[in-house]
């Protein structure tokens, strides 16, 4: 069974080939942006399944009018714009976090898309039809049969196995941030309450940080910093609200939700953060700027 004329693994590996040609121009791109090198993307291998998947719509849109270069551009357009949209709406609502946003832009909608990338997309299509596909579709088709579904298979357990260790850390991600947030309105709360003003500030973590980043750089000496930081002013509270029994169970409580976030769940977090410098959250604006003493190399 084909489509327009290739088979399901042609078309399985025109999806790798346009995720690894994307995840060499995104990591490119933000690198230089970020001056360091930055393994851009959600998943921890070299691809990048939003222009892979990208790539395809554009495909099934254009080849019927492939030879039509406006219906190119604006079929093109349209089908990766609308693809975009979905990807980061269904991102975003799983894991709270916005791997891209373009609300800086002008004619966005709601930060998952905007004219000027959606432009881009269509003049990609351009390319990519006229240019970039010929070659690559000469690749593909010069498999034989059996080498190019053994080729997809290999490479779809690659991206099976990428894809749920990357889901791992996003997860762990979400339920860090989570916790992190409601430890800090918690913490919040209870410094009001008592009028304890410790180094849970920010400003105070990072002092702290940038005490034990000048005795050494791994994490785990950074997460040891905010602990004893955290651990000190817990402690402080607790003793403040010994008198109030619910007030000072809260505080133990939140010095235990701190012990139980280890150093795998931050280390899991941090590198996909890393692979997205640009994400942000709404809903965990205040636990992504406690984490920005650890993402600093």
Not at 40 to 51: A, K, M, Q, S, V
Not at 52 to 65: E, M
Not at 74 to 97: D, K, N, P, Q, R
Request: hydrophobic share 45%; net charge positive.
């Amino acid at each position: 069974m084909t489509w327009f004329g290739y088979t399901f693994a042609q078309w399985a590996l025109f999806f790798f080939l346009y995720s690894f040609l994307g995840w060499i121009w995104e990591s490119t791109y933000v690198s230089l942006r970020e001056k360091r090198w930055v393994n851009r993307g959600f998943l921890n291998g070299p691809l990048l399944p939003i222009y892979g998947s990208g790539a395809v719509f554009i495909l099934l849109f254009t080849l019927p009018v492939a030879q039509n270069p406006i219906l190119v551009f604006l079929m093109g357009m349209a089908g990766a714009t609308l693809l975009e949209y979905v990807t980061g709406s269904l991102l975003e609502s799983t894991f709270h976090l916005r791997y891209w946003d373009y609300s800086m832009y002008r004619f966005n909608l709601n930060g998952y898309i905007c004219l000027p990338a959606s432009l881009c997309w269509g003049a990609f299509s351009l390319l990519m039809i006229r240019v970039i596909h010929p070659v690559v579709s000469g690749w593909v088709t010069m498999l034989s049969p059996a080498a190019a579904l053994t080729a997809a298979l290999a490479l779809s357990a690659f991206f099976a196995a990428d894809l749920f260790a990357s889901l791992r850390e996003a997860v762990d991600m979400r339920s860090l941030l989570q916790s992190l947030s409601d430890s800090r309105r918690h913490i919040a709360w209870l410094q009001k309450r008592y009028e304890v003003q410790a180094a849970f500030a920010p400003s105070g973590l990072t002092r702290s940080v940038d005490a034990v980043r000048r005795s050494g750089t791994a994490v785990q000496h950074r997460l040891q910093a905010l602990r004893q930081q955290r651990s000190q002013l817990l402690h402080t509270l607790s003793v403040q609200a010994s008198g109030d029994v619910d007030t000072a169970q809260l505080a133990r409580d939140e010095l235990s939700a701190m012990q139980g976030r280890t150093d795998s769940m931050y280390r899991r977090t941090l590198r996909h953060l890393r692979r997205n410098p640009g994400a942000v959250s709404q809903r965990y604006a205040e636990a992504l700027q406690d984490m920005e003493p650890l993402l600093k190399p």
